[in-house]
């Protein structure tokens, strides 16, 4: 309709919402809710570690042939490698330099064993079954199946908290996480230690997906915003542990022990977490749910009655749906195939960016731990964004400033400046913007998905997601083949991006659609003349 503009409420808000039932009792938020938060956020952030220590236990480290065979005289030898020769000498402003053999990388075709230096990693996953030169690849290989452990794990942790409970999928991922985790620990043959190590991601992201959707089902309206989004602080917590065990230890084996210390922690607080009262109330269980209603509005200081509580099973009607009726309407298909291509790239830049910054810009803990701490302002920034200005344009400006940092990447020089301090200063700020629009994508997804097919539309998206976690597991190959490979691709896909999401139209204060029929009237009218019927209601 002429006049009409993009963020103006496609379908009318009710005049008079129906209250919420679990927080017409309990209150929006209270004492009890954080308390329980807090509990779930212990129990969940300490597992999301497993997800970064991948990063520490493949540094890069220096090795050398420390046994070799001769083929010719059928006998083993030890190659001359001599570590304090020099190699030239040359003459800079009047000083003498002194250029030794670089044993970074030393390969050789009938080495039988590597030496490694110890001098400051204990031992890793390269030191422990020396995968270097002909055996590298492995080490990728590993890190692609732990990622593909995460797709499962989030798809497993939907259909386990759905059919046993929140609480129970929670626990059940903790225990299995911290039994694993430990024999993880003592493997000492690599096939063995890739399976109990992919199950120990698997049970890692399970555990938190659980717990997320726990966290979520306790608020509405904005504190639903609030809560939901302070549950991604999860992941800069788990990389600050993470970061300060690698440093302290220096021995994977012991990270992963401090890591299942802490996860077994967490699975005995959960004892004092109850179930999801809106889960109860789904699967008809109302009684429980009175019961810890009734607790949580004494904890929260407010007299209810438990006679007077009343709770009503929600209509399932509205969750038929699936994956092939989201691809058969074009614009739904338009909106969710953009928001795939989304969230693998931010997936694919974040992921790749925390696992290989050594590679990428040459510094493993400084760069890591700034990027870490960057994620802090990076997700508040992100809460604040989505409540006053909306969802569509931080993301977009958010990927554009990613693809530009990294742009400027390009045309730096490396190893002239000390650190390559502007290459890392750039990735930073790239980094940081990235974050805020992975925060932003968890919102912005649900809210464009119909009400029938919104399992299925977020599912898949989240499914996608650890599609291009999985590929960030190349970006450190990728990066020893030539720097500028993995930078290319994340300029290319931060800008394209940006650039598609603008046919994606703008959520903020605007009503969900509810089924499929009413996402055109919330389609981007994109400077078109919106459709006629485009603010009526059918």
Request: aromatic letters at 12%; hydrophobic letters at 45%.
């Amino acid at each position: 309709m002429p006049g009409e503009k993009e963020t103006d409420p496609a379908i009318p808000k009710p005049a008079a919402p129906k209250p919420d039932q679990i927080t017409a009792v309990i209150g929006e938020v209270g004492r009890w809710q954080i308390e329980k938060i807090l509990l779930v956020f212990i129990a969940a952030a300490p597992g999301l570690a497993h997800i970064f220590h991948s990063a520490f236990i493949t540094p890069k480290t220096k090795y050398w042939c420390a046994l070799a065979h001769d083929p010719n005289t059928g006998k083993d030898y030890v190659p001359a490698i001599d570590r304090t020769a020099v190699e030239h000498l040359h003459y800079e402003n009047g000083t003498e330099y002194h250029l030794y053999p670089n044993i970074t990388g030393q390969c050789m075709d009938d080495c039988i064993d590597y030496e490694h230096d110890h001098s400051f990693w204990v031992a890793t996953m390269v030191t422990e079954w020396d995968l270097v030169c002909d055996r590298l690849a492995l080490k990728t290989l590993a890190k692609l199946i732990l990622f593909t452990g995460f797709a499962l794990g989030s798809f497993c942790s939907g259909l386990v908290s759905d059919r046993f409970g929140r609480k129970k999928a929670i626990w059940g991922a903790s225990v299995i996480m911290m039994i694993f985790g430990l024999i993880t620990s003592f493997i000492p043959w690599f096939p063995v230690f890739v399976f109990t190590w992919w199950v120990t991601g698997t049970m890692a992201i399970a555990c938190y997906t659980a717990a997320f959707v726990w966290v979520m089902e306790l608020a509405t309206g904005k504190w639903k915003i609030i809560l939901g989004m302070s549950m991604n602080y999860s992941w800069p917590v788990c990389r600050l542990i993470i970061a300060g065990l690698a440093y302290g230890l220096r021995d994977w084996h012991w990270h992963l022990r401090a890591i299942s210390g802490m996860v077994a922690v967490g699975a005995v607080l959960l004892f004092f977490v109850p179930e999801s009262p809106r889960w109860l109330i789904a699967r008809s269980r109302t009684e429980e749910a009175k019961d810890i209603l009734v607790s949580a509005a004494k904890r929260n200081n407010k007299e209810v009655e438990r006679e007077k509580i009343v709770l009503q099973k929600p209509s399932a009607g509205g969750a038929k749906g699936g994956f092939l009726d989201i691809m058969k309407h074009p614009t739904l298909r338009l909106h969710t195939l953009i928001m795939y291509f989304n969230w693998f790239t931010t997936a694919f830049i974040m992921y790749g960016l925390a696992l290989s910054w050594q590679n990428l810009t040459g510094g493993l803990f400084l760069n890591f731990l700034i990027g870490t701490i960057l994620d802090f302002p990076a997700k508040t920034l992100a809460m604040v964004l989505v409540q006053m200005v909306g969802r569509k344009y931080p993301y977009m400006i958010g990927s554009f400033i990613t693809g530009l940092m990294f742009l400027c990447t390009l045309f730096i020089p490396r190893d002239v400046y000390p650190s390559n301090w502007p290459i890392v200063v750039f990735a930073l700020i790239g980094n940081f913007s990235t974050t805020l629009c992975f925060a932003i994508l968890y919102m912005y997804t649900g809210e464009i998905m119909p009400t029938t097919v919104r399992a299925a539309g977020v599912g898949s998206s989240s499914l996608v997601s650890k599609v291009g976690g999985t590929l960030s597991t190349t970006v450190a190959a990728l990066a020893d083949i030539h720097p500028a490979i993995p930078t290319i691709i994340f300029v290319s896909l931060g800008l394209i991006s940006s650039g598609i999401t603008w046919f994606l139209p703008e959520t903020k204060d605007r009503k969900m659609p509810e089924t499929i029929d009413d996402v055109d009237r919330v389609a981007c009218t994109c400077g078109r003349q919106p459709r006629s019927n485009s603010t009526e209601m059918t």
